[in-house]
């Protein structure tokens, strides 16, 4: 079909169309690849695409949304726009390769679609296509860059939420307008040192804290200027326009003496035309808990949004659905019963319902409730995890949806009806063979009764034992759901079960089974993640004599927290864990976290040493490894190398390492590629006996050149 333009803006050359005649971005299959499905390897998550951020158009003909893409030969990660039609066909690309895109906002008047880019080493700012046609543009030239934004339901402004600018960065941008490209680069300065006066000074991606702080403006697209609308020594987020386009919601922590001390955030309103950066705002929330993601209903009188109410219970507490009045006024909890987590409500097209999406029993799924409160129904469910959607006008949603057996694709929800618009990873997965995996429920040590998923391996055969693998999840607070797993996949195309648990201290299963690890963490979760080892073991499936444990963040404490207790396990591997708590305090980012739940070291010190399997460190012979990045300020490195340290002195086998320039979740391709490869070495040669060696083979060296090319 014929296209109707191309859109080219600076090094983006985009082609838009209304024309379903481009592909998506899926994997090519080898020419040389075999007609049998096969198992998945670790080149397969390089080919796999995220797919995210689905945003339908005013006239609900059109889903915008994002893919990201890990490249291992370029060793970074792109992620490009596109969109589908809601009748179906091939998806169209809105931005090309080699440049990152996100954040896709249609127009209300459907007439542009708005993104946030960076480029040439510069800033994040917002970009605008055109639908009719012609070169995009860039809207904004912040010298900060643009963390997030949102359109006036008029169409002629954006709220930007930007952080205050350091110095250089104003020195920069001044320097790029009038820069003469004759003039040899300027020699970069010498950094000046941090300086500390707040209690909450440090945050993993964002390394040490000062008083920079978010703040909402409002920008004028025709003009290009933009007004400052709050100001403050607080940081101000979620921002939402009310229907008529005078006011914003947002959250922010501005009513207590220092937000650095608590977990509070209210929902406050400011006037869109406001012009005293704030000084006068409307207060809508007053629990002393976190209130966030307002979300405002179609007539402007209420604004739904999340609370938590239990402030003892701090990071395990239930996350509500609430509402209150716009002008503020008496607020009302509407899933007190409900007793499951909610995330990003959305008020339907006519305003009688709320969505949401929970999670649920080993599921994400998007749920709705009448906006008086009522009975909580299941909007799209079963087993699958809903992550990002938005509602349109004629009541359609569009949402990123992933299974067992399937990574994110973009579906819609229409008359009862869910349809897939995407196809992303089709081919690649027509070649693959996977995993069964099972749901399976059992009784803990204490008659608890606990579930997980569990992951057989290709080929099996009923009452044969194999080798496994248990995987306990971060958080703690989270749940392994029903969504597509690469590494689970990994172990089971290579001759492992797989366990994943979902233990005490997991969300999905009400605030009472989440809280019950509160100060206590490696004892119940530890019984429930060593029950779903028994349970394998009992049902003929797991060997064991061959069992291997490890996971990331808080499922690395776990394994360090299990492997002090038994010694069943016959290799480790501790992912971004900590193990003597005391070093986390001061040099990680939850002080807030340590207070709340433990107290001070110096005065709870029974408390802090119950929970730090590091003073049981000669219990342990299992052979370990231990890896995190080096700028991880969420469980900073120290913890492996501590625990590196006390085994190798004890003469156990362990090794520890560590990825340069990663923060907490690794992001380079070169060294995602690296941990899956050092993940089957170690559990080869340890669990499986294999004689290769437990790391990987060395790349070859290149030998250098002789001086003249010798």
Known sequence: MKLMSCVVFASLATCFSFSANAQEPAPKPSPTAPSAPRGITIDDFFQIRDVAQPELSPDGQWVAYSVRTRMLKEDKSEQRLWMVSTHGGDAIPMTAEGVSSSHPRWSPDGKHLAFLSARNGGKNQVWLLDRRGGEAERLTEVAQGVNEFEWSPDSTRL????????????EAAAKEKDKDKDKPAAKPKTPPPFVIDRLQFKEDTAGYLDHRRDHLYVFDVASKKSTQLTSGDFDDNDPAWSPDGKSLAFTSNRSTPDPDRNYNTDIWVVAADNTDKGAHLT??????????????????KWIAYVTETDLKAMIYATHHLAIAPSSGGEAKVLTVAFDRSVRRPRFSAE??????????????????????????????????????????????????????DRPDEIFTFSDNKLTRLTKTNDALFAQLRLAQVDYVHFKSKDGTRVSGYLYKPLDYTPGKKVPTLLNPHGGPVGQYSASFYHLAQLYAANGYAVLLPNPRGSSGYGQ?????????????????????????????????????????????????????????????????????????????????????????????????????????????????LFMGGDIDWNVPIIGGEQMYQALKSLGRTTELVVYPGEHHGLTMPSHLKDRLERHLAWYNHYVKGDPAPARPAEPPQVPATKAGGE
Request: aromatic share 12%; net charge negative; glycine share 12%.
């Open 351 to 404: 305003g009688r319902s709320i969505y949401f999406v929970a999670d649920d029993d080993g599921t994400d799924n998007l749920f709705r409730i009448p906006a008086t409160g009522g009975e909580v129904s299941r909007t799209i469910s079963g087993p699958l995890s809903v992550g990002y959607y938005s509602v349109g006008k004629d009541g359609a949603i569009a949402a990123q949806i992933s299974s067992l």
């Open 159 to 170: 709220v930007l939420v930007l952080q205050d600018p350091k110095p250089e960065d104003l």
């Open 512 to 624: 009472k089974f989440c809280q019950a690890i509160f100060a206590d963490w490696g004892n119940k979760d530890y019984q429930d993640d060593m029950a779903m080892v028994d349970y394998a073991v009992a049902q003929g499936i797991a060997d064991p004599d061959k069992l291997g444990v490890g996971g990331w963040s808080y499922g690395g404490m776990s394994t360090d927290f299990i492997i002090e207790q038994t010694t069943r396990f016959k290799a480790a591997i501790s992912g971004a864990g900590i193990a003597l708590m005391t070093s986390g305090f001061g040099h990680d980012q939850y002080q807030k976290d340590y207070f709340y739940e433990l107290g001070y070291p110096w005065e709870n010190k029974a408390v802090w040493e119950k929970i730090s399997p590091f003073y049981r460190v000669n219990n342990i012979t299992t052979p370990t």
């Open 283 to 300: 207060q809508i929330t007053t629990n002393p808990g976190p209130d966030r993601q307002p979300a405002w209903s179609p007539d402007g």
